[in-house]
């Protein structure tokens, strides 16, 4: 079974700039998450899909970061502008009740923001 | 809210060693109670889990007992080997909720 899969694997922008991440759930997984994790803190949760309605949100700092799920599989993440703080691995992670809710996670996106 | 301390790292050990990082929790309810691992350029990965009070995680040769007296979930392991070298971080989630809190992580490293 092909696990969470995420690209790019790392990511260098400039303050200001627009960045984006993809993720594939593992195959069937109706609920997905975004992670942002901070060099030394665990992963902080942003984002939580069930299919493709968002279930919590309330972590997501609206004014710059958003992330869909248009088809309830494949799912985008973006930062528009960047601010150096967002530097971060961002995370990705899929589960789904046959597997008692446990998630699985992607490799992540190593994001630097100069 | 919900939060998990865990012990800072990093923690040095040499091969064989016996390994105990611990962890506390505070939440309402009855959380179920994670240790996730995470090697070196990849991903978290499940390591064990407990749902309810007295319940005891294994897997790997590591351990953890869920105490709710002392709302801790300290993860132990008899004799570690280099390639347990890695970042562990124990996590909560609430009952009914599918959102993971995590602690700060605890980076290990074993030495031959």
């Known amino acids: 079974e092909a696990g969470v899969a995420q690209s790019p694997r790392y990511k260098i922008i400039e303050k200001r700039q627009s960045v984006a991440f993809w993720c594939n759930p593992i195959s069937g997984h109706a609920t997905l998450y975004w992670y942002q994790q901070i060099l030394g803190q665990g992963p902080k949760l942003l984002i939580q899909?069930?299919?493709?309605?968002?279930?919590?949100d309330s972590q997501l700092p609206k004014d710059r970061f958003s992330a869909e799920r248009l088809k309830g599989v494949d799912s985008t993440l973006k930062i528009q502008p960047a601010k150096l703080e967002d530097s971060a691995v961002y995370l990705c992670?899929?589960?789904?009740?046959?597997?008692?809710?446990?998630?699985?996670f992607g490799p992540g996106t190593r994001l630097t923001v100069l | 809210g919900d939060s998990v301390t865990q012990m800072e790292g990093p923690v040095t050990l040499s091969e064989e060693a016996f390994l105990t990082i611990n962890c506390t929790y505070t939440?309402?309810?009855?959380?179920?109670l994670f240790w996730y691992v995470q090697y070196p350029g990849e991903g978290l990965q499940l390591l064990l889990k407990a749902t309810k009070a007295d319940d005891k995680g294994s897997n790997k040769g590591f351990e953890a007992t869920y105490r709710k007296e002392t709302t801790s979930f300290h993860l132990e392991k008899g004799s570690v080997q280099v390639s347990d070298s890695a970042v562990y971080f124990c996590a909560l989630r609430r009952a009914g909720s599918y959102q993971l809190t995590f602690g700060k992580g605890t980076k290990l490293s074993v030495i031959p």
């Open positions: 939440a309402t309810g009855y959380p179920s």
């Open positions: 899909f069930q299919n493709n309605g968002v279930v919590d």
């Open positions: 992670a899929s589960s789904s009740p046959a597997g008692g809710n446990e998630q699985f």
